[in-house]
């Protein structure tokens, strides 16, 4: 049965009560996390901007990428703080609201973000976290570790995409994507939901406990 447009994709969001990193991604079928015009807004579909949008509203700090907010702009939780990873130029003259921004540098190319990012997340006392970034940063995190929680939403098929359209029903395969192109080894992240919808497939990840 398909679901009600306006009903949840995931029934319980609740955070668990000790410091929580999720992340949230929308992807195609070939791993690309923007549409035509290099951005997310011409990838997104049906229920996807819902699940961003329930993710976020709890969130205390949500983590992205220097190269995300000059691609897509500035978004900031309702109550919390925006931390940019990045080494290069921000527009900072177009943040809306620099007092609950943090930008995090990594010291150097051997030096960890996890590590740089988990003393910026102390010193804010932040326990709910949402990883808003692209792939490459949410790469970097989860080889580092960094990331317990994985919500991958993966396009199925748009007659206007580049990629290749796949069955919705075909869950081996979507998994199969976003295990690849996020780096979710099996030996460490289970899957845990699946949800299907024409067009899009919810994945929600978790990490194993070490
Ligand atoms: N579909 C979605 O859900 C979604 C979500 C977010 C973004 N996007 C899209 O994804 C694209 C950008 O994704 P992305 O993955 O290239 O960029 P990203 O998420 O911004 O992550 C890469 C950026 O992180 C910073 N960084 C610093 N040290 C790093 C390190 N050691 N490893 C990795 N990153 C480090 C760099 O910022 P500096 O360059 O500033 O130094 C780098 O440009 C855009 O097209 C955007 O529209 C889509």
Not at 25 to 51: E, F, K, N, Q, Y
Not at 100 to 125: D, E, I, K, M, Y
Not at 151 to 178: C, E, K
Request: charged residues 20%; aromatic residues 4%.
């Amino acid at each position: 049965m398909t679901p009600a447009s306006d009903a949840p994709v995931f029934e319980n969001l609740d955070w668990p009560a000790k410091r929580w990193i999720r992340s949230n991604i929308l992807i195609d079928s070939s791993g690309h996390p923007a549409g035509v015009d290099g951005t997310s807004r011409t990838l997104t579909r049906g229920r996807d901007r819902a699940l961003l949008r329930l993710l976020r509203q709890s969130a205390d700090v949500i983590v992205t990428g220097g190269a995300t907010v000059r691609a897509e702009g500035w978004h900031f939780p309702p109550n919390g703080v925006l931390l940019v990873v990045s080494s290069s130029d921000l527009p900072l003259a177009t943040c809306p609201d620099p007092d609950r921004l943090r930008v995090v540098t990594p010291g150097s190319s051997t030096a960890s973000v996890a590590a740089a990012l988990r003393v910026a997340l102390t010193q804010l006392n932040a326990t709910r976290i949402l990883c808003e970034s692209g792939p490459r940063l949410l790469r970097t995190l989860t080889d580092e570790n960094a990331i317990d929680e994985v919500f991958v939403s993966v396009v199925t098929s748009d007659g206007h995409l580049s990629a290749p359209s796949i069955r919705h029903h075909d869950a081996g395969f979507t998994q199969a994507v976003a295990r690849h192109h996020l780096r979710l080894q099996s030996s460490r992240y289970d899957l845990i939901e699946s949800v299907n919808d024409p067009g899009l497939t919810f994945l929600r990840f978790i990490r194993r406990e070490s």
